[in-house]
């Protein structure tokens, strides 16, 4: 019997789904963080984990998978080709999880993907072709995304101490709590994407002077990227991941939709469509 593996991996964590020749679900899993621009051999083990969750009790076997994998990295050819060596299925195709999303959330309708979690990713698909944009790490792009927003509060919080910005409660509270500036500088020497990330729910709807900056310019720097993928044909926005409501609320400019499915469901899709089963 032919099965289907269907994976949606970000800075977070990763879910597994997998289906059966007609398209049913009969298994689902959960592993830890799959952004295979940060860690690739970590990312594999997480999947792994997923994949035997997902397994259980239904005597499928991993050497006899079709799957696809939509995470975050997912456009870096280095690691791609790495993580293929560590995995036993029997077919792979490993795409970006703003493409895996994107198919999940819109279908085949129009519209625009904002994914906003860890990281972040959009795409805007017309007529079926998709294009997506960003997904590049928090190093150097994932605007509007948690590990960015706890960057640019911890980066403040150090302005702050210098003279430099405005202290207020939020930074104050930053700075005893990471032990000043040395010890945020310790912290992000070995922080992860996540690690960052989990500073953003004290940023997103806080009234803190600080909070608000740092999330009046993100949704700034997310206003600017959806007003270019709008072009000349304006599309409806779907809203995704842990961020994705907060941002909804405040980016109002353009008609919102819900997702019509998950990054699972759209990668259990593509794997389909890869064999030829939808």
């Given at each position: 019997?032919?099965?289907?593996l269907?994976?949606?991996?970000?800075?977070?964590?990763?879910?597994?789904?997998?289906?059966?020749?007609?398209?049913?679900?009969?298994?689902?899993?959960?592993g830890?963080?799959?952004?295979?621009?940060?860690d690739?051999?970590?990312?594999?083990?997480?999947?792994?984990?997923?994949t035997?969750?997902?397994l259980?009790?239904?005597?499928?076997?991993?050497?006899?998978?079709?799957?696809?994998?939509g995470?975050?990295?997912?456009?870096?050819?280095?690691a791609?080709d790495?993580?293929?060596?560590?995995?036993?299925?029997a077919?792979?195709?490993?795409?970006?999880?703003?493409?895996?999303?994107?198919?999940?959330?819109?279908?085949a309708q129009?519209?625009?993907?904002?994914?906003?979690g860890?990281?972040s990713?959009?795409?805007?698909?017309?007529?079926?072709?998709?294009?997506?944009?960003?997904?590049?790490?928090?190093?150097?792009?994932?605007e509007?995304?948690?590990?960015v927003?706890g960057?640019?509060?911890?980066?403040?919080?150090?302005?702050?101490?210098?003279?430099f910005a405005?202290m207020?409660?939020?930074?104050?509270?930053?700075?005893?709590?990471f032990g000043?500036?040395e010890?945020?500088i310790?912290?992000g020497?070995?922080?992860?994407p996540?690690d960052?990330?989990?500073?953003?729910?004290?940023?997103?709807?806080?009234?803190?002077?600080a909070?608000?900056q740092?999330?009046?310019?993100?949704?700034?720097?997310?206003?600017?990227i959806?007003?270019?993928?709008?072009?000349?044909?304006?599309?409806?926005v779907?809203?995704?991941?842990?961020l994705?409501?907060?941002?909804?609320?405040?980016l109002?400019?353009?008609?919102?939709r819900p997702?019509?499915g998950?990054?699972v469901?759209?990668?259990?899709l593509?794997?389909?469509?890869?064999?030829?089963?939808?």
């Amino acid at each position: 019997m032919t099965f289907f593996l269907g994976i949606d991996g970000g800075g977070t964590g990763c879910r597994a789904a997998l289906a059966d020749a007609d398209g049913l679900i009969i298994g689902q899993g959960q592993g830890g963080p799959a952004n295979i621009n940060t860690d690739v051999e970590g990312a594999a083990v997480n999947i792994l984990a997923a994949t035997a969750q997902a397994l259980e009790g239904t005597g499928a076997d991993p050497r006899d998978l079709i799957a696809t994998l939509g995470l975050a990295g997912g456009t870096i050819t280095a690691a791609i080709d790495r993580l293929v060596l560590l995995l036993p299925f029997a077919r792979i195709q490993i795409v970006n999880d703003a493409v895996t999303a994107a198919r999940g959330a819109l279908g085949a309708q129009d519209g625009i993907l904002a994914a906003m979690g860890t990281g972040s990713v959009f795409a805007a698909q017309r007529g079926g072709d998709l294009r997506q944009v960003g997904g590049r790490g928090f190093v150097m792009g994932d605007e509007g995304s948690g590990a960015v927003l706890g960057r640019a509060l911890l980066s403040m919080a150090m302005r702050a101490e210098d003279g430099f910005a405005d202290m207020t409660p939020l930074l104050q509270h930053i700075l005893e709590e990471f032990g000043g500036i040395e010890g945020i500088i310790r912290f992000g020497n070995g922080a992860r994407p996540v690690d960052f990330a989990e500073l953003a729910p004290r940023i997103v709807g806080s009234d803190d002077p600080a909070a608000r900056q740092v999330f009046d310019a993100a949704l700034g720097d997310v206003r600017h990227i959806l007003s270019v993928l709008q072009g000349d044909a304006p599309l409806p926005v779907v809203f995704v991941g842990g961020l994705g409501p907060a941002y909804a609320a405040r980016l109002t400019d353009w008609p919102q939709r819900p997702a019509l499915g998950s990054g699972v469901d759209g990668a259990l899709l593509m794997a389909r469509q890869m064999a030829g089963a939808a």
